[in-house]
């Protein structure tokens, strides 16, 4: 009990500590680039969004827009580093329309991978796992042409024919009844394995 106690508090202080260097970090880069930031806050506004609202646990619609958008966003950062990095080329970028577009249909991009993807991969590993099914099947129609019905019964079936068998003095395994058995009796012997 005192173990769980810890476990989230231990937690908590990891997550603030985790908050406390994220926002240092932060910080830092705003006073060191400010046209950096503010280029990458405004053209990763998509991933922002997405990060919000995506309640999932494993954050897949924020990896996949964030990803996508960061691809659409990175070659102005390029500009922005490889020319005069300055409030103004920042600005001059972001005001351009064409770059806008650039920025945010990578990230339209983004979305419309995470809406349409998972359905066409399940639908893969449906028709996978069909036709490894049918497989199976014609498999298991071999086996018992070979060996006959024993085989595919289950190993439930296959006991309770022993222990009817035993009881009734047949060997158990050939599987050879003497007589069909009556409901009763067989219900009997059901609750006689079970007890």
Not at 12 to 22: V, Y
Not at 147 to 155: F, N, R
């Amino acid at each position: 009990m005192a173990n769980t106690s810890k476990t989230p508090a231990v937690q908590k202080g990891r997550s603030s500590q985790l908050t406390l260097w994220l926002s240092v970090g932060f910080v830092g880069l705003i006073i060191m680039s400010l046209p950096s930031v503010v280029l990458i806050f405004f053209g990763l506004l998509p991933t922002i969004v997405a990060f919000i609202i995506d309640r999932s646990k494993q954050r897949n619609a924020s990896f996949c827009v964030g990803g996508i958008n960061f691809c659409g966003v990175f070659p102005y950062m390029m500009d922005l580093w490889a020319g005069e990095n300055s409030m103004d080329m920042s600005i001059r970028i972001l005001t351009d329309v064409f770059s806008l577009v650039i920025m945010y249909s990578a990230a339209g991009f983004g979305w419309m991978i995470y809406m349409t993807l998972p359905p066409v991969i399940a639908a893969f590993i449906s028709v996978m796992a069909q036709h490894k099914l049918a497989t199976l099947r014609a498999s298991q129609r071999q086996l018992i042409e070979e060996w006959g019905e024993d085989v595919s019964a289950s190993q439930e079936v296959l006991d309770l024919r022993q222990e009817i068998a035993a009881n009734e003095g047949t060997d158990g395994e050939t599987g050879e009844m003497p007589e069909p058995l009556e409901v009763d009796d067989f219900l009997e012997g059901i609750d006689s394995i079970l007890d």
